[in-house]
């Protein structure tokens, strides 16, 4: 594994040929393979050996059949549908090569920031060290060993996970500024939300800083990552303001670069006195058209799902457009990596409803279908 906090080179990309129409081609060949929008309605009506044995006649058989000898039951499925998506997304970046390689390694590092987030959400709730394993996105035997010294650093809570990642050459950097980020937590109640926004922050600063925007498609790719930005900055504030202890600066806690949501903007949003002051002030900004809906669906269930769901869904429709007006761009891998994503939140989301006794109704307001 990279260093975390190192900057992708992107100078030393563009000394390599760029092969954008090769790595299209190649992204094409797997979207394919995804999960057909219909897939999800045959799946709610399975129980989990049935949805096990049909994804075994699909690309994820592979995974089942090797890991048949160590898992069964939804530990098989989810383990499998983990070892895929690594494996997916340690191929695209082998066969990417140049700029848009460069473009791709930048966009997938969000996976190593996920991995140290997991890490810190699993010691922070006390869960198992194989419950964290089986949500961690690893590619080789390397990080498995990493990872597993940080699951079991010495010691209760997060900060041993803080020193452990300091020894480390590769990750010091990220350890100086997981250090920084404890002194925005005003008592240790918020320390793990200090820590996540750290992380996000380090993550979109190097991802922003790797596309040049010397071309339209990059320049669309960067617009992208700015609407992320702006979406999970609302994220964050949905959270907080739904809580009764919410800090009453949250500025610091938010993400520069946004596309609509700027500082003047995030300035107003975190001056929110609560959730539905915070609701009421979104009106005025055109991202509130994408969760309007989710708005009217989540105040009687008192569930910020609906709406989290449907941002997440505008982001995955920004990159599905886009990526159909640009096909030689990195806008298809991203919009491809995207979907992979999500067809395996979807699967884990059905799989998990299904053993913890939801309806069919309760499941499908969990998924995400593009």
Known sequence: ??????????????????NYAYANARVRVRRGKLLPRDTYQKLLKMDIPEITRFIESTEYGREINELAVKFSGINLLENALNVNEERNYAQVKEFAKGEVGSL???FLDRWTFWNLKTVLRGRYWGASPEDIVREL?????DDHEFY????????TGLKPVVEALAVMPRTASVARTLRDAETKAKDDSFLLQAYEDALDRAYFENLLETIPPNNRENQLFLRFVKHEIDIRNLQLLLRLKSRPDSPSDVGALLLPGGYELKDAALRRLGEAANLDDLLERLKEFKIYDKIKDAVAQSQPAKSLTPIM????RSLADFAQTFAV???LSVLPIVNYLMRKNLEVRNLRAI???????????EIENLLVVI
Do not use: W, Y
């Not at 996105?137 to 035997?141: D, G, H, T, V």
């Not at 769901?309 to 997440?312: K, N, R, S, V």
């Open 1 to 18: 594994m990279q260093a975390t906090t190192v900057k992708v080179p992107f100078i030393g990309g563009m000394l390599q040929r760029s």
């Open 104 to 106: 791709v390694r930048g």
């Open 137 to 141: 996105l690893i590619e080789n035997r």
């Open 148 to 155: 597993q010294a940080l699951i079991h650093a010495e010691g």
């Open 309 to 312: 769901l449907a941002l997440t």
């Open 325 to 327: 007006l640009n096909p």
């Open 351 to 361: 799989a998990r409803g299904k053993q913890g006794g939801l309806t069919e109704q």
